[in-house]
């Protein structure tokens, strides 16, 4: 029996195997009330953040792992019980499967003569996780039933709760309120950081209750767990109202379903907030939700217009293309998969519980893949970004959910440089150079405060005025705690270390800021920008070359990391794609350093991060990294920098190895080809890293879902691969593709245009334009492959029509 299978008219995965070596999840959100849940049902809900309002409780790194979750239990009234999640009661039904969809879990499970389906997913416009239980009697026998709905209730600030939740679970109380008919929940710490927001969380159902418990000690019993609670047991919750202790929120139904009859029971798990300081009003807010979610018209309406708004974010581009596997990536998964980066950086899925807030660089690059879908909301983000930027133009390194805590303002010499990224791509996909005047305060020194407010592009001088002021004796941008890769900060502890990457990176930064500046008309900045790019072009290939390849950077003594003198990390992978990103050198170096990449980091699912790895502790005293080799940022296959080799060989024109590149670690081919117990992640969502062939796990895939990997993925397969990347004079349609293909055909929604692009390859080419019309008009060929926007320019709907050949426009 196969674990899964693709559902791509559906856009669903169908999951028929419960058992999984590792949990498969799905997230399911309104943009303020969250939740995950795996195959098996396990998971948690969050209101806001996942460590100050962490609703249900979920164990990560303890047995039985995932759990506990979002659980049913239907028992006979024999006393057997089972679940259509399978878990947590374990009990195997006759048939049985999960579908995820995108913000959408439905489990179905038959067991003797019933059919139960359980759907599950958060109201657009009410704070509320649905779970909407249909059961259907498929024998010939009235079937005598009793349903319940459970979940554990956490103390919401979840640091506190793991400190001294000992203490805090005192400061708490549950009850049934019968003019609602919900077990309720306060939580009533003193500490909360924002007293204000503190939510009453409540737990209820479309039907009237026959009993229900909010004492998780009361309905599991002594020594038990979720698989057999005493309550299920004996048929029946005993109505525990709970002033200190352990809480949770169990409903309990007496069902009578006759044979082919049909019931459905729906439970609502919610929150009103403010209910420490305005309990009143939380109350009504409370009555008025429910009140609503309880009318099955309203219900229908939220579950449509959930499913409306994962349609028009993914209509905004389609594909039809040779490979089905990588289509169904990139049209469907990738974009869900980025939307999770968006909304929850790096900081929750089954393993991290959320602490770490909205990483600084890892936001600005996520919002990449949400630019070209929802440009407003990652304007949004580019203005939160910038109110964290200081006003010499350095950032802070992470910010919290809330301002619960001071952000992390650790100095990293790539966090300020990713901004002109973010800003380019809202800019070109928008073509309103209106952003670049509003204003948004710099950050106080005290981290806290707001400063004077500036424009958005005053934000970005700042940020190339604080790369000028930190530049080492190679006159490369000082490494400072580290660039992009974290732990290189360990060549640069006396702060005298340099950063090949980190110059590459803002080489680009420069090239893009130079082009909206002249775009925009504000020539004044031109030629400083460009002599700034030009000093780092001449600085990096003064003393960036090592013979064969780039070098990573230097440390505090000035020699050289990454060399073919090294005796470990001789090679680093990202200055070889980097050096193409940022078009620093020329085409022969830039192919010879992607040469090595294959020749020497190429492992046949990605490419790892750098080679050989660096001994650790007990080898060595004074190790690089704790990372053993083949582990993490120490020679695993880290799929994020993976992107930027896809797109490097994009940009030379290698259409056959950039898409080797790519569909080595589509999740599903990845997975296929390492075998499902060792890969263990989800077939559907981009992983951070693979570990790398120097450790005996070599293959498994870990730190899935939320992942630089995603966003990046999104960008490189669209933009690089497809070709169809807006630029700020169009829409440039430039595709790198395997010489084997003929054609196909991209949709994208364009400044209000849809584009319908059919590329063909009459010629077997890997790239290059020949020509391209737009219904019927030939682009002039002083812009190909750039459509201009003006031939775009009001209309609804455009054909496109692009010929590759050998005569074709290099790509660059």
């Known amino acids: 029996m196969n674990a899964y299978r693709f559902d791509d008219s559906g856009r669903a995965i169908h999951i028929e195997k419960f058992d999984l070596p590792a949990p498969w999840i799905n997230y399911l959100s309104n943009g303020r009330l969250h939740a995950f849940v795996s195959q098996a049902g396990g998971g948690f809900a969050w209101w806001k953040d996942p460590v100050n309002y962490r609703i249900s409780r979920y164990r990560m790194h303890h047995l039985p792992i995932d759990s506990p979750g979002f659980y049913t239990y239907i028992r006979r009234k024999d006393g057997s019980a089972w679940s259509p999640s399978v878990r947590p009661c374990g009990v195997a039904p006759d048939q049985w499967r999960a579908v995820h969809q995108p913000g959408k879990t439905i489990f179905t499970g038959v067991k003797d003569g019933l059919q139960a389906t359980l759907t599950l997913f958060v109201a657009p416009d009410y704070d509320a996780l649905v779970w909407k239980l249909d059961l259907k009697n498929l024998g010939r026998e009235t079937a005598r039933l009793d349903v319940f709905a459970y979940v554990e209730l956490s103390q919401l600030v979840w640091r506190q709760e793991m400190f001294a939740g000992y203490y805090w679970r005192h400061m708490l109380k549950t009850w049934h309120d019968q003019a609602a008919d919900a077990v309720l929940y306060l939580h009533h710490f003193q500490y909360h950081p924002d007293k204000e927001s503190v939510p009453l969380v409540y737990f209820a159902s479309d039907t009237p209750l026959s009993s229900w418990s909010g004492s998780r000690d009361a309905f599991m019993g002594p020594y038990r767990d979720e698989s057999n609670p005493a309550a299920v047991e004996r048929g029946s919750c005993g109505n525990e109202s709970l002033s200190t202790g352990e809480p949770c929120a169990a409903l309990h139904h007496d069902v009578c379903i006759g044979a082919g009859e049909e019931k459905r029971f729906t439970f609502f798990l919610g929150v009103a907030p403010g209910a420490l300081l305005e309990f009143g009003a939380a109350k009504e807010k409370l009555a008025a939700d429910l009140e609503q979610l309880r009318d099955p018209l309203v219900l229908e309406q939220q579950e449509r217009k959930l499913e409306d708004w994962w349609r028009n974010h993914l209509n905004v581009l389609d594909c039809d293309l040779p490979d089905k596997d990588a289509e169904r990536q990139i049209k469907l998964w990738s974009p869900v998969n980025s939307v999770h980066t968006a909304r929850y950086s790096r900081s929750v899925n089954t393993h991290a519980p959320g602490v770490r807030g909205f990483g600084f660089r890892d936001s600005c690059q996520d919002m990449l893949a949400i630019a070209y879908r929802k440009p407003e909301w990652a304007a949004e983000m580019l203005e939160f970004l910038l109110s964290h930027q200081y006003a010499d133009g350095r950032t802070v390194h992470s910010i919290p959910f809330i301002n619960d805590r001071l952000p992390d303002d650790s100095l990293h010499s790539d966090n300020h440089l990713w901004l002109p990224l973010l800003l380019y791509a809202i800019l070109a996909e928008t073509g309103d150079a209106g952003l670049l005047d509003r204003e948004v305060p710099f950050l106080a020194e005290d981290s806290i405060s707001p400063a004077a407010a500036r424009t958005v592009w005053e934000h970005m001088l700042a940020a190339v005025s604080f790369t000028e002021a930190h530049l080492g004796a190679h006159r490369l941008p000082l490494t400072l705690k580290g660039d992009w890769n974290d732990i290189i900060g360990k060549f640069s502890q006396r702060g005298l270390g340099e950063s090949v990457f980190a110059g590459q990176q803002y080489v680009m930064s420069l090239r893009l800021l130079v082009e909206i500046a002249q775009s925009a008309g504000r020539k004044q900045e031109v030629q400083w920008l460009l002599d700034c790019l030009h000093r780092q072009e001449e600085a ?273």
């Open 540 to 812: 990096i290939l003064a003393c960036a070359w090592d013979g064969d390849w780039w070098l990573r950077g230097f440390d505090d003594d000035g020699i050289p990391v990454g060399s073919r003198e090294s005796e470990f990390g001789r090679l680093f992978l990202n200055p070889q794609s980097w050096a193409v990103l940022s078009g620093v050198g020329d085409k022969e170096r830039q192919r010879q350093g992607m040469n090595a990449v294959r020749e020497h980091l190429a492992v046949g699912v990605g490419v790892k991060k750098l080679m050989p790895g660096f001994a650790t502790w007990p080898k060595v005293s004074d190790p690089f990294t704790g990372y053993g080799p083949g582990c993490g940022e120490n020679g695993a296959v880290f799929c994020h920098s993976n992107t930027w080799v896809i797109m490097a060989e994009a940009l030379l024109g290698n259409g056959t190895g950039a898409w080797d590149y790519f569909t080595q670690l589509v999740p599903h081919a990845a997975l296929q080809k390492i075998g499902l117990e060792r890969y263990q992640a989800e077939p559907y969502a981009w992983v951070s890293n693979i570990v790398g062939p120097e450790n005996d796990r070599f293959g498994w895939a870990n730190v899935s879902q939320i992942s630089g990997t995603a966003a990046w993925m999104d960008v490189v397969a669209t933009q690089y691969l497809l070709g169809v990347r807006p630029v700020l004079a169009g829409l440039r349609i430039d595709p790198c593709i395997p010489n084997a293909w003929k054609s196909f055909t991209v949709k994208r929604l364009f400044r209000n245009c849809t584009a319908s692009i059919l590329v063909e390859n009459p010629h077997g080419a890997e790239s290059g334009v020949e020509s391209i019309t737009v219904d019927g008009v030939g682009v002039p060929a002083d812009s190909l492959p750039v459509v201009p926007a003006s031939m775009l320019a009001g209309k609804s709907a455009a054909s496109i029509l692009v010929k590759l050949g050998a005569a074709g426009v290099p790509t660059d």
